[in-house]
C-alpha cells in the first residue's frame, strides 16, 4: 500500500476515488494576496477533476475581494467565505463574499464537508487545522507539522487535525508543493502551472483610464513600482531605491513611474515621491498608493509594461497577467532554500521574472535575514541592481514600449 509520511506512523494513501465521489469540497488557504495567487494552478485542477463537487474555499479577508470580480462568481469556487474571529481557538464565524455565498458554504457545512484541502505548506497561524478539523470530513489534507523545524515547533500536535498528511520532500516552489496535494487527489493542472488572475474587460479599460491621470496621458514605457511590504526586513531602504530607480529610468528610457500598493504603504511612497522629485526624476510620477482596491491594483499591473517590486502580492500579480516583474528578495544568495523569505519557495511564478538578492547576509544574519527591519537587503548595491534591471527590461516586452 502507498503510504504518506507524518508526525507518527506511516498513513494510507488518499483513496483513488475521494476526489471523483467527493459531493461537497473545502480548500482552505488562509495567507495573503501573493500565496492566494500562486494556489490558482491547484484551484484550477481541482475545480477539473471535480466537476460534480460544490467548492467552498476558505480565505482571508484582503483576498475576498480578489477571487472573483465584483457580483461575479468565482472561477474556482461556488462559494468563497472568510473566517471570522478566534479560528486558532474554536471560536469563529464566517463572512461571504457575497450574501449567496455564505449560504451556499453554510448549506455544504450543516450537510458536511466530504473532503478538505488545507494549501499551506508552513507554519499554520491561521487556524486552518482548526476549521479542517472541525469539518470532520472524512479525507482531510495537509502537510504534515513535520515539514519545517519551525513548523515542527509551532504546530506540535496539528497533523491530528488531518487524516492524511505529506511529508516535506526535496526543496520546491509553492506552486510545486500546492500541485503535490492535487497529485495526492490523483488530480493535476491542466493549464501546466500557470497562473490565474482573471481580469474582465472593463476592469482593464478602468486601469487604463486611471492611468490617464498622468500630464499628457498614459505615458509610453510605464513602469509600476510596489516598494513597499508589510514585513519591514523585505523593504529596500528608500534611501537606496531612489538612485535604483533613476538609474533604471535613464538606462531604459521611463516615460512614467505609477506607485502601486495598500494604505500600509503610503508613507514610504510618500517619501519616495519626495525624494525622487527632489533628485530631478527625469519622467512623471503618479502615486496610487493606498487608492486603489485589490483588483483595481491588479488591473493597473495589467495595464503597465513591466513592474518593479518587493517581495510581496503585487509581483505575484505581474506574473499572473504576464507583466515582467523585476523583484527585490531579502533573503541571501545561498541562503536557506526553505526560508520563508527565499525566492526558491516565493519567487514570482513565471518566465518575464528576475530575481535580485543580496550577494551576502549581513551579520549577525547567516543563512537568513532574522533582522525586525530592512537588514540584508540594504546589501544589495543600487547601481549594480540598476543594471541588472535595466538589461531585463530592454529584453522584455518593455523594450519594445512606447
Known amino acids: 500500500m502507498r503510504t504518506m509520511g507524518g508526525a507518527g506512523a506511516a498513513q494510507p494513501a488518499v483513496p483513488p476515488d475521494a476526489l471523483a465521489r ?21 484551484l484550477r485542477g481541482l475545480r477539473v477533476y471535480a466537476p460534480q463537487a460544490h467548492i467552498a474555499l476558505a480565505v482571508t479577508a484582503p483576498v475576498l475581494e480578489l477571487a472573483g470580480e465584483p457580483g461575479g462568481p468565482c472561477p474556482w469556487a461556488d462559494a468563497v467565505v472568510t473566517p471570522v474571529g478566534d479560528v486558532a481557538g474554536g471560536k469563529f464565524s464566517f463572512r461571504g463574499r457575497t450574501p449567496d455565498d455564505l449560504q451556499a458554504f453554510a448549506a455544504a457545512f450543516r450537510a ?15 487556524g486552518a487545522a482548526t476549521l479542517a478539523a472541525a469539518t470532520r470530513a472524512p ?10 523545524p519551525w513548523k515542527a515547533a509551532g504546530n506540535r500536535g496539528f497533523d491530528a487535525a488531518y487524516t492524511h498528511v505529506l511529508p516535506a520532500g526535496p526543496v520546491r516552489h509553492e506552486v510545486e508543493r500546492n500541485l ?11 493549464g501546466d502551472g500557470t497562473l490565474d488572475l482573471p481580469l474582465s474587460a472593463a476592469e482593464r479599460e478602468a486601469a487604463v483610464c486611471r492611468l490617464g491621470a498622468f500630464p499628457g496621458g498614459r505615458p509610453g514605457r510605464l513602469l509600476a ?17 531612489r538612485p535604483l530607480l533613476d ?21 514610504r511612497a510618500s517619501r519616495l515621491t519626495d525624494g525622487m522629485l527632489a533628485d530631478g526624476m527625469p519622467c512623471p510620477v503618479l502615486d496610487l498608493t493606498g487608492r486603489t482596491g485589490v483588483r483595481e491594483l491588479a488591473a493597473i499591473v495589467a495595464a503597465s509594461d513591466a513592474l518593479l517590486a518587493m517581495d510581496t502580492g503585487p509581483a505575484h500579480m505581474a506574473a499572473a497577467v504576464g507583466t515582467p516583474v523585476a523583484t527585490l528578495f531579502c533573503h541571501p544568495i545561498g541562503g536557506d532554500p526553505q526560508s520563508p523569505y527565499a525566492p526558491e519557495r ?8 528576475l530575481v535580485v538578492q543580496p550577494p551576502h547576509a549581513v551579520a549577525p544574519c547567516t543563512d537568513k535575514c532574522l533582522s525586525s527591519e530592512p537588514h540584508c537587503i ?12 535595466a538589461e531585463f527590461l530592454r529584453a522584455s516586452r518593455f523594450g519594445t514600449a512606447g
Open 247 to 267: 538609474r533604471v529610468v535613464r538606462a531604459t528610457g521611463v516615460g512614467g513611474l505609477v506607485l502601486l500598493g495598500t494604505a500600509d504603504g503610503v508613507e
Open 112 to 126: 458536511g464537508f466530504d473532503l478538505v484541502v488545507t494549501l499551506r505548506f508552513d507554519v499554520d497561524k491561521g
Open 378 to 389: 540594504a546589501a544589495i548595491d543600487p547601481g549594480a541592481a540598476a543594471d541588472r534591471i
Open 346 to 353: 516565493f519567487r514570482p511564478w513565471g518566465d518575464a521574472v
Open 225 to 241: 513600482v510596489a516598494p513597499t511590504t508589510a514585513i519591514a526586513r523585505k523593504n529596500y531602504p528608500i534611501d537606496r531605491l
Open 180 to 190: 503535490a496535494l492535487l497529485a495526492a487527489l490523483g488530480a493535476a493542472d491542466p
Open 139 to 148: 479525507v482531510r489534507l495537509g502537510y504534515s507539522e513535520t515539514v519545517t
Open 22 to 42: 467527493a459531493a461537497r469540497i473545502l480548500v482552505i488557504k488562509l495567507d495573503e494576496l501573493g500565496d492566494f495567487i500562486l494556489a490558482t494552478p491547484f
